[in-house]
């Protein structure tokens, strides 16, 4: 793939990079980690509806702009670089692009547009437990009625689910066969229980007992549901790998400016050999963690097989961000574990998008059978 940008690709990231900069300094940041129990910046939702950037990659027939999962990546890798607690992947990737691509058009027209609008946070409860992939088939059922379906299960950390108004619900409906159902979070039948995750963004273990939907409210083709959530989780993975190559490019510049400012001996510590290779090796993981994601968002969005791309990228979202926020955390010294410094940030959101959808251990293992079976 050629990974040089278009104009319009450039001017996509430089707008999310100016309303989240701008909008988002520390402080702000600070201010809603303390005081705001939604964990959301509802403003700069809106700012980002304003600007067309939530409905940037969905259809233009509802309203959308028409890009695809690349231009998404680009926007995510903004959110990530300034640790922004907005539900973009939550309602974009695992929301409103399985929409876009599997729901009728009695769904789309009702949710996309307000997706778009920002009015609407979605969401997908994919995981059960256990590595956070989803399991082949869900414990999580759903029976058959004379009027639809009741739902019966749980569904474990699901991002954004306590601001969402609809959730992706994928669950057993046959023989080793599943279906996703798009389901109210409030709705009669399901409690909600209130988890935080290491970076402080709420997630929400959902209950479902008899929760009863209707065939309207089915993703896709019933006993399709595999076919759905692997949809799914491929953009929810890229998404996740994109956000982290923000994270790592934020940590590295609070490092390059922090050892630039910070004097042992009269002299920037920077000059230090020791510390040179140590950023120099954090350049490197974040480029890496950069190119891996934009070529797998690229397949995906060409609509090219992506599966060892995807579990390439997230590998080195899990094992190379890691590297990166440490050696942060390191060169920053005493300073690094305060929490008036930004650079904590950086090391809870990193460690966050590595455990999500998957650790570097799961995808090297996916990485490998798929090597092998080629």
């Not at 409030?186 to 995750?197: I, L």
């Amino acid at each position: 793939m050629d990974f040089a940008l278009t104009d319009e690709q450039t001017a996509i990231r430089d707008l999310a990079a100016q309303i989240l900069t701008e909008q988002l300094p520390p402080e702000r940041l600070r201010e809603i980690e303390t005081s705001d129990p939604d964990w959301f910046a509802r403003d700069v939702w809106d700012e980002l509806a304003k600007a067309d950037l939530l409905g940037l990659c969905l259809p233009e027939a509802h309203g959308g702009g028409g890009y695809g999962v690349f231009e998404l990546a680009l926007i995510l890798e903004q959110v990530g670089r300034a640790v922004a607690p907005l539900p973009v992947y939550a309602t974009v990737a695992l929301g409103a692009l399985p929409l876009a691509q599997f729901g009728t058009e009695a769904q789309q027209a009702e949710f996309l547009p307000q997706v778009i609008a920002g009015t609407l946070v979605l969401s997908a409860a994919l995981s059960e437990g256990s590595v956070g992939l989803p399991p082949a088939v869900p414990a999580t059922t759903a029976t058959m009625t004379a009027d639809g379906w009741t739902i019966s299960g749980t569904k474990r950390l699901v991002p954004a689910g306590h601001l969402a108004g609809r959730v992706l619900v994928p669950a057993r409906t046959g023989d080793g066969t599943s279906t996703v159902f798009l389901v109210d979070p409030k709705a009669s039948g399901v409690t909600q229980e209130r988890n935080t995750a290491i970076n402080g963004e709420p997630l929400t273990t959902l209950f479902f007992d008899g929760v009863e939907v209707v065939a309207a409210d089915v993703v896709g083709e019933v006993n399709g549901g595999a076919e759905v959530t692997e949809w799914i989780v491929d953009r929810g993975v890229a998404a996740l790998c994109a956000i982290q190559a923000g994270v790592c490019e934020a940590a590295l510049r609070l490092t390059a400016t922090y050892t630039s400012e910070r004097k042992q001996f009269d002299t920037p510590i920077a000059t230090f050999q020791a510390v040179a290779h140590r950023c120099a090796d954090a350049y490197m993981d974040t480029e890496a963690i950069r190119l891996t994601a934009y070529q797998a968002a690229w397949r995906l969005s060409a609509g090219l097989p992506a599966a060892e791309e995807l579990a390439a990228a997230k590998f080195w979202a899990a094992e190379g961000a890691q590297r990166v926020v440490h050696a942060a955390q390191h060169l920053h010294g005493g300073i690094g574990v305060d929490l008036d410094y930004p650079v904590h940030r950086t090391f809870r959101w990193a460690k966050q998008v590595e455990l999500s959808l998957g650790g570097g251990t799961v995808h090297l293992r996916k990485l490998g059978a798929l090597i092998a079976a080629s």
